[in-house]
């Protein structure tokens, strides 16, 4: 099979298995018939496979999705988001809560986020600010 494709599976089969609440809070809070992977949003994306971030986006840019197995630096390529200001909050899908993962100026190439403290297995959510997408409680 393609490589690609297959870790894009193995990503939503992981989230699936980690919990239910993960699928509700974040995936299907945002348009899902949109939906596109995108691991062009990674701009260095690690080469093992037990640490393989998978990113996807809706086709419009107005938010993304990035899985990152382990404790690491993601540098993201805003810009294959909407060109304006975005958020992130991170997910753990642990504990089902939320973090502040900052606000991102419109106009800004490339941005480093550093997984949160507190275990492996985070998702990070990068809505634009004119898109409003639903986050944190």
Known sequence: GNAYFDGLNAFF???EEKTYKIQNR???????????PDQE???????EAAQHIAACRDEAGSYAIIYVPASQTVTVDMTRL??????????????GT??????VAAGTALHRW????????????????????????
């Open 13 to 15: 089969k992981e989230l």
């Open 26 to 36: 974040v995936m299907l809070a945002r348009y899902l018939q949109a939906r596109i």
């Open 41 to 47: 949003l990674i701009h260095v994306a690690p080469s």
């Open 82 to 95: 909407q060109s304006g200001d975005c958020v992130a909050h991170w997910y753990d899908p642990r504990l």
């Open 98 to 103: 939320w973090h502040d993962g900052g606000r």
């Open 114 to 137: 550093q997984v949160p403290v507190g275990g492996p297995d985070w998702v990070l959510v990068i809505d634009a600010v004119a898109a409003a997408g639903p986050c944190a409680d």
